[in-house]
T-cell receptor
Framework: EAGVAQSPRYKIIEKRQSVAFWCNPISGHATLYWYQQILGQGPKLLIQFQNNGVVDDSQLPKDRFSAERLKGVDSTLKIQPAKLEDSAVYLC?????????????FGPGTRLTVT | GNSVTQMEGPVTLSEEAFLTINCTYTATGYPSLFWYVQYPGEGLQLLLKATKADDKGSNKGFEATYRKETTSFHLEKGSVQVSDSAVYFCALRKFTGNQFYFGTGTSLTVIP
């Protein structure tokens, strides 16, 4: 089965510019997550979708970050305007409810550098 | 609240040495516990999991036991290989809501 797809893999932008990331989860996975992973740290959840509804966006900086998941499949994460501290790897993950085991499958990530 | 605390790295071991990476957690209810591995330049991959107390997860020679009394899920391997060099993340999933919380990661380097 195909894994979680993300694009682009790398992006370099200047501060105050905008950027968008795309994620295509594993087919049939109802839950989709966006994480921010700063160098040397663990992934931090930005937003979680269940189908096309938001379950948790408590750590999403809503003044500059936005995300959507139209039709409950693909998702985009946008940053506008970017700041230097947004430099990180942005990970997308998806999961399917399987009894009591909720495994997440991760995409390769998008490495963002803000200069 | 929910959180995961991992042993800080980096860890450097010789090939065939014994590995332990400590992980403790704080959670309400009955979380599921996971170890993920991230090889250089790649995304996170599930290494093993345990969904209830006293469960032992195992994969590729790695093991971890869900200890509710000590709120721990330590990762062990009896004989590491150079190919095990990676960053290891401990994580928990909330009992309700399906949110995951990750530790800060432990970098392992195995030298021949």
């Amino acid at each position: 089965e195909a894994g979680v797809a993300q694009s682009p893999r790398y992006k370099i932008i200047e501060k105050r510019q905008s950027v968008a990331f795309w994620c295509n989860p594993i087919s049939g996975h109802a839950t989709l997550y966006w994480y921010q992973q700063i160098l040397g740290q663990g992934p931090k959840l930005l937003i979680q979708f269940q189908n096309n509804g938001v379950v948790d966006d408590s750590q999403l900086p809503k003044d500059r970050f936005s995300a959507e998941r139209l039709k409950g499949v693909d998702s985009t994460l946008k940053i506008q305007p970017a700041k230097l501290e947004d430099s990180a790897v942005y990970l997308c993950a998806s999961s399917q409810l399987q009894g009591s085991s909720y495994e997440q499958y991760f995409g390769p990530g998008t490495r963002l550098t803000v200069t | 609240g929910n959180s995961v605390t991992q042993m800080e790295g980096p860890v450097t071991l010789s090939e065939e040495a014994f590995l332990t990476i400590n992980c403790t957690y704080t959670a309400t209810g009955y979380p599921s516990l996971f170890w993920y591995v991230q090889y250089p330049g790649e995304g996170l991959q599930l290494l093993l999991k345990a969904t209830k107390a006293d469960d032992k997860g195992s994969n590729k020679g790695f093991e971890a036991t869900y200890r509710k009394e000590t709120t721990s899920f330590h990762l062990e391997k009896g004989s590491v290989q150079v190919s095990d060099s990676a960053v290891y993340f401990c994580a928990l999933r909330k009992f309700t809501g399906n949110q995951f919380y990750f530790g800060t990661g432990t970098s392992l380097t195995v030298i021949p």
